[in-house]
């Protein structure tokens, strides 16, 4: 048996997350089954992000174990033949023995936010337009709130399933998306961390939106934080606005 | 009666392009609904860049009658309100007086061409990925073949139509997607004319493409482009990978 790796990127809209359930739509089960028909024997996949339903991914990580000496170019054509238009493989290579993509050191999301008047019509599937105004200074003020090794047990509905919920921010900035020349209604939001708690970037988002919208002040926002309730942080942004777009292993 | 002027996107993918046609979900049909509705009365519009079905817009520009001193901002916000999400109304504003849409003086398109192996995921509704290599050098020489006063009845499927298939391209030029950083996987073609003949820009592109794939000869496609014939030019690029970007106007 080998271990291999493979890189990924869907579009989260019509799947109910990554990991498998019952009766429903997931990245899992499409890749797994289509790894499957492409091995001839079934596969399992390990993850480096369980991203939610509606969530995107831009650099997903995956590894399974299959028998050795597989030709990596053909695995990948024979997997995107058979994947839906919502999924694609961007690599699968060769892992060193007893890799596992759980194992990933660092993730990075990032959050994009449309700010213009005019709907967005190519990037609705990717975007969060709030109702409203959004003061933009206090977005990029606010961010770095969020960096340190901290417990955030207030951004998360599911605190209690977690033995402990201090997670390690090395970067959170808002900046404006910059493509040619930058959008002023556009900006994104990038955060890493070694790992993250179910919801934590999508109430990270909502409660900066909700201070930066006058809807919550900064200082309640620290004693939210401090205080680990849920019920004291804000709105959790939509899944929309969201990709996982990096990963990354200790070499 | 005065005359107003809308600014709109969409994306092409599930309408049978602009022009109204029956029982075919069409974008004029669908803003000249929303529009009747908003003013209480019945509204015709006119158009600068009558798509076809699938190709999206940017920054298409129409224009229609009504009466005088409408609040334009409330306009553009009770589109929006109705419009469904692959449409939105960038802007309403007065007209000069007869201001006509399809008026324009010079229209631009967008043609989109995806060359990594990888599929895209997030681009899919927007670019056209033919299958095997396309030598990218050959596309930047080619396109100035294109430019200047000629008759491109050799691009249209619907030479017969027209009075003359005389039309002036002004610009016509390949370079790599700059998003950041430059994409080498990602090219997009730029053409900007007075006017085009219908499916002029596809089988511009469909063609190039055909010289970079080494499928037609640089020879054949000036031979092509001389005869008039459309059996001669090469292939209709698809229509996903188009989009009007920009309008222009005499002042």
Chains 1, 2 share one sequence.
């Not at 596969?43 to 339903?53: E, K, P, W």
């Not at 991914?57 to 033949?81: E, I, T, Y």
């Not at 990029?140 to 998360?156: E, K, M, N, P, Y």
């Not at 930066?212 to 929309?240: C, H, I, K, W, Y």
Request: proline share 5%; hydrophobic share 45%.
């Amino acid at each position: 048996m080998a271990t291999y790796r493979l890189d990924l990127a869907y579009e989260g809209t019509r799947f109910k997350g990554w990991a498998r359930q019952p009766d429903q739509r997931t990245v899992q089960e499409e890749v797994e089954r289509a790894l499957t028909v492409v091995l001839g024997e079934p596969a399992r996949l390990r993850v480096a992000g369980r991203t939610d339903a509606g969530v995107h991914a831009l650099a997903q990580v995956a590894s399974f174990d299959a028998r050795a000496g597989l030709d990596c170019r053909r695995l990948r054509a024979g997997l995107n033949a058979l994947l839906p238009e919502d999924v694609a493989v961007a690599a699968v290579s060769p892992a060193p023995d007893g890799f596992d993509a759980r194992s990933a050191t660092a993730r990075t999301y990032r959050y994009r936010l449309w700010l213009s008047p005019v709907r967005p019509v190519a990037e609705r599937l990717w975007v969060w337009s709030p109702r409203g105004t959004v003061d933009t200074d206090l977005l990029v003020a606010t961010a770095s709130l969020l960096i340190g090794h901290r417990d955030f047990a207030a951004f998360t509905p599911s605190a209690r399933l977690y033995r402990s919920c201090v997670r390690h921010v090395v970067r959170a900035e808002w900046r404006p998306v910059a493509c040619a020349a930058p959008r002023p209604d556009e900006w994104e939001f990038a955060i890493t961390a070694g790992s993250f708690l179910h919801n934590m970037v999508r109430v990270a988002v909502g409660s900066m939106v909700d201070m930066a919208q006058g809807r919550m002040t900064v200082d309640q926002f620290r004693t939210a934080l401090e205080s680990g309730q849920r019920r004291l942080m804000g709105q959790t942004a939509p899944a929309r606005g969201l990709a996982l777009v990096a990963v990354d292993y200790e070499r």
